[in-house]
């Protein structure tokens, strides 16, 4: 059987036995870098299905990393950092990562994202993104030809705005989309001032696809970061 291989970037010895220690409990394959210039040479030469990349290194700056491996690389790349370093997560998550932990993190936190991350990884690879003109989750689907969502096959009445949310969401499951990102997509620009009015379009999105709008189950709030699709 396979196992997963994940590229661990960490300088913080206690923190990476905590991961290494994580990771043998599980079927996973790792390698360590404890600096950035290491960690480009084994993202290219590890081939890794997921790398974990903690933004604080001694010799490079964790974004300027994400961007260098994006340019060649659709790796998923969940990015730990301290709660101080917000702003640094927000930007990381710009910058093309797909996910985040923060210090100090549980093991099943770790072990949930890896997954998450490795799914996707798995979704990639198997379906090519030309066959993926209709979307399915959970009951939730979308005809991205007809430009029509669907709940329960009973088809949701949705502002373009609303669908175009959905789809950027959609088209990105699993990932974590920041504010930035979303109004990019959306608006076409991100003005830090359409953040409340993102929160609107979310707002009355949610109570068309969700059960139970107040416990959601399709779209999750990362407070101060974004929202993300999650696979059912
Ligand atoms: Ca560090």
């Not at 790796?75 to 996910?99: H, M, Y």
């Not at 990884?121 to 399915?136: G, H």
Request: net charge negative.
């Amino acid at each position: 059987m396979y196992k997963p291989k994940i590229l661990v970037v960490e300088d913080d010895p206690a923190i990476t036995n905590l991961i290494r220690t994580t990771l043998d409990t599980q079927d996973y394959q790792y390698h360590t870098a404890k600096n950035g210039s290491g960690a480009l040479m084994d993202a290219v030469s590890y081939n890794a299905d997921v790398i974990i990349l903690d933004l604080g290194l001694p010799d490079m700056d964790g974004v300027a990393i994400i961007r260098k491996i994006r340019g060649w690389s659709n790796v998923p790349i969940i990015v730990v950092s301290a709660r101080s370093e917000d702003q640094d997560k927000v930007e990381a998550l710009d910058a093309g990562a797909d996910d985040y932990l923060t210090k100090p993190f549980s093991i099943e936190e770790l072990l949930a994202r890896l997954r998450v991350a490795l799914r996707r990884s798995r979704t990639e690879e198997t379906a090519p993104q030309t066959s993926s003109s209709v979307y399915v989750n959970g009951n939730l689907t979308i005809d991205y030809a007809a430009g029509c969502a669907y709940l329960d096959g009973e088809e949701v009445h949705l502002t373009p705005i609303e669908y175009k949310l959905l789809c950027v969401l959609a088209k990105n499951t699993g990932k974590v989309l920041t504010h930035n990102y979303i109004l990019k997509e959306v608006w076409g620009s991100a003005l830090a001032s359409d953040t409340p009015s993102l929160r609107v379009f979310m707002a009355t999105l949610r109570k068309k696809i969700e059960q139970n709008p107040s416990d959601p189950k399709y779209i999750q709030t990362h407070i101060g970061v974004g929202y993300r699709m999650i696979r059912q």
